[in-house]
């Protein structure tokens, strides 16, 4: 049996006019790459897993959502998947995960048109914890002094917080993205136009929501091909430029929305791994939903 765990990634920029940059959510599925025994536990590894991408929304300056409307839909989603086992939102310098997170820490949510009670969503800070009673504490923020990004990428000083500063944090993630991608980890699905085209049978019940998802997901593969490290030219040769504290440089050509998201769902299977207990779940939980 191969059990389906799902994670969610969220850069919730809030998109005030067409210049600004677009906020996504993407959804990855991690499942073990052989069957598992009856009893036996989940894999420890990275490399025991495959992890695809099964899901992307995009909301631009036509939405304009608020923290609100934004921590409504990732309760739906959580609601659609079956209840995700870890999410990552990024927390920029823009301010919009931050407050995402304070309207996800309600206990009233807007899923779908309505007020709805719920259990809420929370990051593993002390201040969360104290704040919130009972709530699912599945939520981390990138940035470092998280705790659960902390778990995975400490800081090598010894220090309280991840790494030394914020671009070392990005610059370890997106190598750690880059080495998951070469061991064959990180899946995405194949190029929209090409399989809608090729697979009309297959997708004659789909509706729109999932064609579009689809379609995000290519924008999300071809976004992430544009993430470049910058260089300059020294006696002929091309360096990598870097920051005071010795991290990359990166720079994207064009939006990068998703393809950040996309990062921030496999940094919260990142989070996942290192924190499971690694304990065979209940058998109901053995075949997650599949979301649209």
């Known amino acids: 049996m191969r059990p389906i765990l799902y994670f969610l990634g969220g850069d919730t920029a809030p998109s005030e006019n067409q210049r600004s940059d677009d906020g996504a959510l993407v959804v990855g599925a991690a499942t073990p790459r052989r069957e598992l025994a009856p009893g036996e536990a989940l894999p420890r590894f990275e490399h025991d897993w495959f992890f695809d991408y099964a899901y992307a929304r995009v909301f631009n300056s036509k939405h304009r959502l608020e923290a609100r409307q934004w921590a409504g839909f990732i309760y739906v989603l959580d609601q659609r998947f079956g209840g995700f086992a870890q999410m990552v939102l990024d927390a920029g310098s823009g301010g919009g995960g931050v407050f995402v997170k304070r309207a996800m820490m309600s206990t009233e949510q807007l899923m779908d048109g309505a007020l709805r009670t719920v259990v809420p969503i929370c990051d593993k800070t002390v201040e969360s914890q104290q704040a919130v009673g009972h709530a699912r504490f599945i939520l981390n923020m990138f940035k470092?002094?998280?705790?659960?990004?902390?778990?995975?990428?400490?800081?090598?000083?010894?220090?309280?917080?991840?790494?030394?500063?914020?671009?070392?944090?990005?610059?370890?993630?997106?190598?750690?993205?880059?080495?998951?991608?070469?061991?064959?980890?990180?899946?995405?699905?194949?190029?929209?136009?090409?399989?809608?085209?090729?697979?009309?049978?297959?997708?004659r019940h789909w509706d729109q929501e999932r064609i579009w998802a689809l379609k995000n997901l290519t924008v999300g593969w071809k976004q992430l091909i544009n993430i470049v490290v910058e260089t300059y030219e020294k006696d002929g040769l091309q360096i990598e430029a870097t920051t005071s504290r010795g991290a990359r440089r990166f720079s994207t050509l064009g939006k990068d929305d998703i393809a950040y998201a996309g990062i921030y769902a496999y940094t919260a299977f990142r989070v996942w791994l290192q924190g499971e207990e690694f304990e065979q779940p209940p058998e109901e939980d053995l075949a997650g939903f599949a979301g649209r």
């Open 144 to 203: 470092r002094g998280d705790p659960g990004v902390d778990s995975v990428w400490p800081d090598p000083n010894g220090g309280t917080k991840s790494l030394a500063g914020d671009e070392l944090l990005k610059d370890a993630v997106l190598c750690a993205y880059k080495e998951a991608l070469r061991l064959g980890v990180l899946r995405w699905p194949p190029e929209a136009d090409e399989f809608l085209k090729m697979n009309p049978e297959a997708i």
